[in-house]
């Protein structure tokens, strides 16, 4: 049992600080983020938890959001939980479009004909593994085929340092309310890394020790 809480001792000590309050836009509070590609709502994301609120509507006066941030050399993008997700859809999927492109914009050729390829899209809102709740970072990651677009995806579920765009939208009848939860954590260094095994090693050697004196006592 020490050696498990000297364990989970060195975890509390290197490990980042994942989930602090970080910076919070509300579109209800904050003004309505922008509309435009090329022109995206610059927000400036903190360690932690930043959570963006906001609504859509569908056609004919379609809007779009789009905002864009920078993650900092020695962080990373880990997650994208969807805290809340209200579509107006009504029947079918009732799902959104999240997407995502390197760089402070999106070219107007990305928006309609998918030139040059968004880094990654997803569904989100309705089908399993993209419900509230869920980290929605990873299937924009494996950016699967949306209505016969394709799209180049990223490795590891993670985005790291670099400037990027996302956006968001439905078509039909719009979002009521969405709430992505953008997660920005330290990147862990090599001697954070080896300092959790070699703890974790040590607990399990003391474990091996303990059982072989306790089967020495027992003969």
Do not use: C
Request: charged share 10%; aromatic share 8%; net charge negative.
């Amino acid at each position: 049992m020490k050696s498990l809480f000297l364990g989970l001792g060195a975890i509390l000590v290197f490990a980042p600080n994942a989930y602090a309050a970080g910076f919070v836009y509300n579109e209800a509070v904050n003004d309505e983020l922008s509309g435009d590609s090329l022109n995206p709502t610059a927000l400036n994301l903190l360690d932690g938890s930043n959570q963006i609120t906001g609504s859509t509507t569908g056609n004919p006066n379609l809007d779009r959001d789009f905002f864009t941030f920078t993650i900092p050399v020695g962080y990373e993008l880990s997650r994208i939980n969807l805290a809340n997700y209200v579509g107006l859809d009504g029947t079918g999927a009732n799902q959104g479009f999240l997407a995502v492109q390197t760089g402070s914009s999106i070219a107007p050729t990305t928006i309609t004909t998918n030139t040059p390829l968004l880094l990654g899209a997803a569904l989100i809102g309705a089908a399993f593994g993209t419900q509230v709740g869920d980290n929605v970072l990873d299937d924009l990651g494996v950016a699967a085929s949306i209505q016969g677009a394709n799209f180049v995806g990223f490795s590891g579920g993670k985005l790291g340092s670099g400037t990027y765009t996302f956006w968001i939208q439905e078509t039909v009848q719009g979002i009521q309310n969405y709430n992505l939860d953008f997660v920005v954590t330290k990147v862990p260094e090599p001697s954070t890394i080896l300092g959790i095994g070699a703890v974790m090693g040590l607990g399990s050697l003391i474990k091996r020790k303990k059982r072989r004196h306790s089967a020495t006592v027992d003969q």
